[in-house]
């Protein structure tokens, strides 16, 4: 990426937050986070990347506002911000934190190592006495 489009990426970020927290004003939307931007090479489209607060049903109900919403949202953005080309808004849910989640409670479920298992660990890993000595043999 080029520094143009990281930059336009952090804009349209910090625009759409603002848009969606105080000028959009649908219930249904409930609470809406944009977690990233990623423009096009060209800036004619912008995957938008959101998440939610709340149960899947909700998410879709979220998802279902911001698409019916996305000419008022592009039409405030061309307004408040000063660019050649608006580019065309596409809202994508982000799943990456339920993931996250999801991994960090199968690695919480998984069996706890006894202290017994790891000191044999540890102690298979430690050199013999015969290298030590040959090391410091060559230090010397």
Do not use: H, W
């Not at 000028?23 to 998440?51: H, I, W």
């Not at 990456?96 to 660990?121: C, F, H, M, V, W």
């Amino acid at each position: 990426m080029t520094l143009k489009q990281d930059r336009m990426d952090q804009i349209l970020k910090k625009e759409i937050s603002r848009i969606l927290q105080f000028e959009l004003k649908n219930p249904k939307l409930g609470f809406v986070t944009v977690t990233d931007v990623e423009c096009t090479r060209d800036m004619s489209q912008a995957k938008v990347y959101v998440s939610f607060l709340g149960k899947q049903e909700r998410n879709d109900a979220g998802m279902r506002v911001l698409r019916s919403s996305k000419g008022f949202i592009r039409s405030t953005l061309a307004k408040n911000i000063k660019a050649r080309k608006m580019p065309d808004l596409i809202f994508v849910q982000d799943t990456s934190l339920d993931n996250g989640r999801r991994i960090e409670n199968i690695i919480s479920n998984l069996p706890k190592e006894s202290a017994q298992d790891t000191e044999e660990a540890s102690q298979t890993s430690e050199k013999p006495e015969a290298e030590d000595q040959a090391e410091t043999a060559e230090q010397e």
